[in-house]
């Protein structure tokens, strides 16, 4: 990239900026603390990022500067990396662990250090954990994945809740073939599905369904060493079993083979599917857009050949190297992390949530939100399976997206041949990062 095009795609990455008390951080030269967080700039979300960044402002007096970011995040990163300005704070996927670590963007971590460090969960801290056992995030939300249904949609058609794979064909059926929304026409499907290459989603979607079959991608078979697993015959059962609703019942919503969630969430809201396997973190939106009476939560069923299982994820608190202040990165971490800054991300049920279910386990989230429906995803989280620590994730979530996105879109591929594929690549990666 010529230097005048990249001056050009920092300007447009800072001019999607959001500032709390103050400006700047170690990317723009004063004093005040800059975080990046991933969501959509003048979202819901991001001003209740803002909000954590002012009471953090409040409480210690250090100024702050959120910048809030959705679109090629890590791309713009790389760039902020490349100029040697990366921010002080970045609130991330915890599946990026590895990847940043990798690139030497994060500072290790004093866990014991860590004012209130023991008050988090300790499936938290193992997402903030890398291959080398060392920690290079501060646990900030968890989530875990749960089906949202139209409520009245199921009713309608006579349905209980899904408690088996079968069930939930059953339903999927149900809502692409008897006009649930009683329009007169055929124009629902059962499943919405965001089954795009684009950062992995397919491989991410369909991970719950392997999990809640007693499958996986990669196993430990050491300390910092995996091998692959995907020719499981029970990630091989999951990912035939979604093949199946794209190809044989066909009860997935045209297009899902391209989509990414923005445009998944938006297919659901406008009631051209009914069953979204998705984190909490769309729930407010959902009772807002679609309605608190037509939509419910119900686990994921486990699957004939194993289970339970749900995929967990979340944010981390990176504390990013080359920065100026490093006291204020760990006093904003601990300060995000506390009860007070776990209260204020969760946004109680209103719509901006950060903080999904909070990892502070001095948090009672039945007094924060009065939703039940939240309740379904906290117990399914005592189930969930987060990325493995091996050393980048990224490019094993998008090399198994590829593969699960091609067996969606071609019918005529075999499940069994593709995961074999797959599982050789898979194995190939290991070995590349050294954790083979």
Known sequence: MSRHLLRVALAATLAVTLTGCGSGGSGSGDDA??????QAPDSASAKT????????????????????????FETKLQQQAAQRKLPDIVINDTAQLGNMHTQGWVREVDKAGLAGGDKLSDLAWKAAQGGDGKYYGVPFSAQAFALIIRKDWREKVGLDAPKTWEDLTRLAQAFTDKDPDGDGKKDTAGFVIPGGTKRG???????????ANGGDFVKATG???????????????????????????????????SNDTTVTHEVFEKGQGGIYLVGPYVLARFVKNVGTDKIEV?????????????????????????????????KFAEFAASADGQRIGMNKDADGVIVRLPVNTQIDMAAERQDPRWKVFQESY???VYAPPVPNWAPIRQTSADAIN?????????????????NTKLNQELQSQKAG
């Open 33 to 38: 603390l800059e975080i990046w967080i991933r």
């Open 49 to 72: 990022a803002v909000k954590l960044a002012d009471a953090f402002t409040k409480a210690s007096g250090i100024k702050t500067k959120v910048v809030a970011i959705f679109d090629d």
């Open 201 to 211: 989603y397919a491989s991410w979607y369909a991970s719950s369904l392997i999990y």
């Open 223 to 257: 300390p910092g060493k995996f091998t692959a697993t995907v020719n499981d015959p029970r990630t091989v059962e999951a990912v035939r079993y979604l093949q199946d609703q794209f190809c044989r019942t066909k009860t997935v919503n045209p297009g899902a083979v």
């Open 298 to 330: 119900v686990p994921v069923p486990k699957g004939p050949s194993g289970g339970p299982g749900t995929l967990g994820e979340g944010e981390n608190v990176y504390l990013m190297a080359g920065s100026g202040d490093e006291e204020g990165q760990r």
């Open 382 to 384: 005592a189930n969930a």
């Open 406 to 422: 091609t067996v969606w879109a071609d019918c005529s591929a075999d499940v069994k041949s593709a995961m074999e594929a797959l």
